[in-house]
């Protein structure tokens, strides 16, 4: 789990195409795996502070909801940072 929270809000489905992991304010949240932050700011379109991080391969991850951030775009983040 990329969180210290293990509770998950809202589950992978044909209308929502992530995991929604729940947590406070106050709950860091860690790199799932080593990859490029591509994104790192504020979303208009109802993320809010994202961090996006390309693993490679077309796979990426998406940390949304932040309350703050501790990287920039282009920083190189390993599994668990």
């Given at each position: 789990m990329?969180?210290s929270?293990?509770?998950?809000?809202?589950y992978?489905?044909?209308?929502h195409?992530?995991?929604?992991?729940g947590?406070?304010f106050t709950?860091p949240?860690?790199a799932?795996?080593?990859g490029?932050v591509?994104?790192a700011?504020?979303?208009?379109?109802?993320?809010g502070i994202?961090?996006?991080?390309?693993?490679?391969d077309?796979?990426?991850?998406r940390y949304?909801?932040?309350?703050k951030m501790?990287?920039?775009?282009?920083t190189q983040v390993?599994?668990g940072?």
């Amino acid at each position: 789990m990329p969180t210290s929270s293990h509770r998950i809000n809202q589950y992978f489905t044909w209308r929502h195409s992530g995991l929604d992991i729940g947590g406070d304010f106050t709950s860091p949240i860690y790199a799932a795996e080593t990859g490029i932050v591509e994104t790192a700011g504020w979303n208009s379109g109802g993320y809010g502070i994202q961090v996006i991080i390309d693993h490679g391969d077309g796979f990426k991850t998406r940390y949304a909801h932040l309350s703050k951030m501790l990287v920039a775009a282009g920083t190189q983040v390993q599994r668990g940072q």
